[in-house]
């Protein structure tokens, strides 16, 4: 069994209303075969909140350029009462027979309200 890991500490402020995948955090992988593959996603989040509507940081996997709209995570509040809220925030995948072949692994998100931010991410395979 081969285990990858790839951490980013840096702060990443995501683009308002834009898909964009957290920088410096991805894994690129070389399968002579097919495996069974489990790729777990976790960071930690600052939600802006706002009190008129949805604040949310959505989270994909992002792989071989294709969105993954399942499974998703969603991290934020709706018509929040305090300032800012802070989350952690995990995703997971299993494909039971992922191909053969060069593969680049990611996450990519998507911010409702400018100024949220994500850090301490964490890509295991």
Do not use: K
């Not at 081969?2 to 402020?13: C, H, K, L, S, V």
């Not at 976790?42 to 399942?70: M, Q, W």
């Not at 800012?84 to 925030?89: G, L, P, R």
């Amino acid at each position: 069994m081969n285990i990858w890991n790839d951490y980013e500490e840096t702060i990443f402020y995501p683009t308002f209303a834009e898909y964009e995948t957290i920088p410096d955090l991805y894994i690129i992988l070389d399968l002579s075969s097919p495996v069974q593959l489990y790729v777990l996603f976790s960071a930690s989040t600052r939600i802006n909140t706002n009190p008129t509507g949805y604040c949310d940081i959505i989270f994909y996997f992002f792989i071989d350029d294709v969105r993954l709209y399942h499974p998703f995570n969603r991290v934020g509040s709706y018509e929040g009462g305090s300032s800012v809220d802070y989350f952690s925030v995990t995703l997971q995948y299993f494909n039971p027979s992922f191909s053969a072949g060069r593969h680049n692994i990611s996450v990519i998100v998507w911010s409702e309200t400018a100024g949220n931010m994500i850090r301490d991410s964490s890509l295991t395979i």
